[in-house]
C-alpha cells in the first residue's frame, strides 16, 4: 500500500516536473511555516520563483498562541494547502525515548531537545511532499546553524527526489527588507513583540541564544528563561517524586499512571517550578564554532537522572561500560543530523536491548535546581543486599577474596619486578625523622 502511493507520488511529481520545463511553473514545494515572519515572507518568496506552496505546520509541543489560526493565515498568505500535524507522540515515541534510553547528553549537558525535532520535521515535510507531490521542500534555517544541516541531510536520506530549498539562506534580506516584502506582498505579520532572542521549544524543552547571550561574560538575564524558576526563588519545600519506569520508559509518577505527553508536561511544571533543569553552555558547533546556548529542560533532566540511577541496579557493569560510550556516540550523531546513519540505527538495537532490565522505580528530590536521586527499587535489580551487606546477613564469600587477589594482580607483580627497584620515596616528605 504504502509503495503504490510512493510510485502515484512520484508519478504526480515527474508530471509536474515536465509541466515545469513546458511553462515556467515549477510544481508544489512544502514549506515548514511556524507563522513567524521569515517563514510568512518565504510563501510569497517562494511564489514569485514558479512554486505553489504548501505549508506544514508541526506541533511538537512548543509553546505558541498562533497554532489554532496557522492554517487560515497561511492559506491568506498564499499557500495552496495548509497541514498541521500533531507529531507529539512521534515525537516522544521515536526520538524522545530512544534518547532517555540512550541518556543522551550533546558534550555531557544538552537534552537535545532542538535537535531531536530537526529529522522528525524533515520527515514531516517529505511525508506531505510525497502525498502532495511535491517537487521540493522548503525549510526557514539560516546558512549560519546546525538546524539547515540536520534537515537537509535527514530529507535528502528520506527522498533524495525531492529537492530541499532554503529561502532564508538564500535571499539575503535583513529583518527591515523581510518586513518591507512583506507589507509590499500583504503579508500578515505576526503582531507580537520580538523577543531579543531567538527561541526553539518543544516538550523535551527550550532553547535560547543570541542578544546578551553572546557575551559568555554576561550572566542570562531573567528574560531569557521562560520554563523554570530561578533556583534561588524556588520554594524552600522540596518536592518529592517517584517515577516508574517500564523497560527504560516512564510509566507513572508518584504512582500514577500517565500518557506520555501527559507525563511529560507535568514534569516539566513540577521541575520547573523548582528550579530544576536550567543549563548555561558553550557548545561546539557542527559549524566549526562555539556558540553559547540556554536550555531549560525540566523533565529531560529529571527523566535523565533518575533513569540513569535505575539502570546502576538493573544493568552489568560490563553492559553499562559499553554503553556509556555508546551514549555519547549517540548524542553526537543526533547533534549532527546523523539521525537516520545506520550507526544510529545499530546503537538503538544496542540500547533497546539493554533496557529489558530497566523496569521499577526512582524516588527524585527536586529542591532549589537540582535533582537527586533518594532512592531507587526494582524487581530485576541485580543489586543484591546479602552481598553488598557489612551487617547481619552476609552471604560474601570473604575467603575467596585470597586467591582473587593473587590472580587479579598477578600481571602487575610480575611488571614490577622486572621494572620497578629500590625502595619507596616520597618527594616531598622529610624521611630525617625515620633516621635515628
Ligand atoms: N544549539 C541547539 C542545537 O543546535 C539549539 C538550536 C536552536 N536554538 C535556538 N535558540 N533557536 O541543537
Redesign the pocket.
Same mark, same amino acid.
Given at each position: 500500500m504504502a509503495v503504490k502511493k510512493a510510485a502515484k507520488a512520484k508519478k504526480t511529481a515527474e508530471a509536474t516536473a515536465a509541466h515545469a520545463v513546458k511553462t515556467g511553473h515549477k510544481g508544489k514545494v512544502v514549506l515548514a511555516y511556524s507563522g513567524g515572519l521569515d517563514t510568512s515572507v518565504a510563501i510569497p518568496w517562494l511564489m514569485e520563483q514558479g512554486y505553489d506552496v504548501v505549508t506544514m505546520t508541526a506541533d511538537v509541543g512548543q509553546q505558541a498562541d498562533n497554532m489554532p489560526e496557522i492554517n487560515e493565515k497561511a492559506v491568506k498568505t498564499g499557500a495552496v494547502s495548509a497541514h498541521m500535524l500533531d507529531l507529539r507522540e512521534e515525537m516522544i515515541e521515536n526520538y524522545i525515548w530512544p534518547g532517555l534510553k540512550a541518556n543522551a547528553l550533546y558534550e555531557g549537558v $544538552?537534552p *537535545?531537545n532542538?535537535?531531536y525535532s530537526r529529522p522528525l520535521i524533515a520527515q514531516a515535510l517529505i511525508y506531505i511532499a510525497q502525498a502532495e507531490g511535491a517537487v521540493a521542500i522548503a525549510h526557514g534555517c539560516t546558512g549560519k546553524?546546525?538546524?539547515q544541516v540536520r534537515i537537509e541531510v535527514c530529507a535528502n536520506a528520506l527522498d533524495p527526489s525531492i529537492e530541499v530549498l532554503a529561502p532564508v539562506r538564500d535571499w539575503h534580506m535583513t529583518r527591515e527588507q523581510e518586513m518591507e516584502y512583506a507589507e509590499r506582498h500583504k503579508v500578515p505579520v505576526p503582531i507580537t513583540r520580538q523577543s531579543p $532572542?531567538? *527561541?526553539?521549544d518543544n516538550l523535551w524543552g527550550r532553547?535560547?541564544?543570541?542578544g546578551v547571550l553572546e557575551d559568555p561574560w554576561n550572566k542570562p538575564p531573567k528574560d531569557a528563561y521562560g520554563l523554570t524558576v530561578d533556583p534561588l526563588e524556588a520554594p524552600d519545600k522540596p518536592a518529592i517524586t517517584e517515577i516508574t519506569f517500564d523497560k527504560g520508559v516512564p510509566v507513572a509518577v508518584d504512582g500514577k499512571k500517565m500518557k506520555s505527553i501527559k507525563l511529560i508536561g507535568a514534569l516539566n511544571k513540577l521541575a520547573g517550578a523548582h528550579g530544576i533543569g536550567r543549563i548555561d553552555m558553550i557548545?561546539n558547533?557542527l559549524v566549526g564554532f562555539k556558540?553559547r546556548?540556554v536550555y531549560e529542560c525540566p523533565a529531560a533532566v529529571t527523566l535523565i537522572t533518575a533513569h540513569r540511577a535505575l539502570e546502576s541496579i538493573t544493568i552489568s557493569k560490563d553492559v553499562m561500560r559499553v554503553k556509556s560510550d555508546l551514549e555519547k556516540k549517540f548524542s553526537e550523531l543526533a547533534?549532527e543530523g546523523y539521525w537516520f546513519s545506520p550507526l544510529m540505527q545499530a546503537i538503538q538495537a544496542f540500547v533497546d536491548s539493554t533496557q529489558e532490565s530497566v523496569s521499577g522505580t526512582v524516588r527524585v528530590r527536586l529542591y532549589k535546581g537540582s535533582a537527586v536521586v533518594e532512592g531507587m527499587k526494582s524487581d530485576s535489580a541485580i543489586y543484591r543486599h546479602d552481598l553488598a551487606t557489612y551487617s547481619e546477613g552476609d552471604m560474601f564469600d570473604h575467603s575467596a577474596s585470597v586467591g582473587f587477589i593473587k590472580v587479579w594482580g598477578l600481571p602487575i607483580k610480575t611488571w614490577t619486578q622486572a621494572h620497578r627497584k629500590g625502595k619507596v620515596v616520597f618527594k616531598s616528605v622529610k624521611d630525617s625523622h625515620l633516621k635515628p
Open positions: $544538552y *537535545l532542538s535537535a546553524g546546525q538546524d $532572542y531567538s *527561541l526553539d532553547s535560547c541564544e543570541c557548545e558547533r556558540s546556548e547533534y
